[in-house]
C-alpha cells in the first residue's frame, strides 16, 4: 500500500498569545491558534473576508521559541502535519474531538517591532532533536515588510480584525 501525504502549510496571525506547558518528563508544549484570511466575491459581487482559526501545538524546542517570541498578532509561517485526538469527557461522557497542527518548521515573520523578533526561522529535525534558529534569507536587516493593502474603501477597519 502507498503511503499518504499529510502535509500542512499555513500563514497566518497568532490569535492570542501561546499557553506554555511542561510534559510529565518536562518538555516544553506551546498551544495558540492561528488565523489564516481567505478573500473571495459573494453573490453580489462585494469582497468578503473569511477568517480560518486553525490550533497549532508545538514540542521541545520549538515550544520554547514559542514562548519566547511568539505573541498575540506575530505573523508565522508553518509547516506541520494534521493530527485530530479523541477523549471521553468526564462530565458528561461524550467522546470528544480536537483537530491540531503539529508544528514541524516556523518561521517569524515581520521586523523586530512587529514580532520582538527578526524574521527567523526555526525547523524541527525528524528526529527528537531540534535545529537551531536560523535567519530565513541571510541578515535579517535587509528585510523589509511589503505595504499592507489599504481597505478603507471596503468599510473594513481595525476593530473587524481578529487579533
Known sequence: MARGVNKVIL???????????????GMAIASFSLATADRAKDQTGNWVDKTEWHNLVAFGRT???????????????????IQTRSWDDKESGQKK???????NDMTLL??????????????RSTG?????????????????????????DQGITDDDIPF
Do not use: F, H
Open 11 to 25: 500563514l497566518g496571525n497568532v490569535g492570542k498569545d501561546p499557553e506554555i506547558r511542561a510534559s510529565q518528563g
Open 97 to 103: 474531538y480536537r483537530t491540531e497542527i503539529l508544528i
Open 110 to 123: 515581520g521586523g523586530r517591532d512587529a514580532a520582538g523578533a527578526g524574521g527567523g526561522s526555526y525547523e
Open 63 to 81: 515550544a520554547e521559541i514559542v514562548r519566547d517570541y511568539v505573541k498575540k498578532g506575530t505573523q508565522l509561517y508553518i509547516e506541520g502535519k
Open 128 to 152: 527528537s532533536s531540534y535545529a537551531g534558529a536560523r535567519s530565513s534569507a541571510g541578515s535579517s536587516s535587509s528585510y523589509s515588510q511589503p505595504a499592507a493593502p489599504d481597505y478603507a
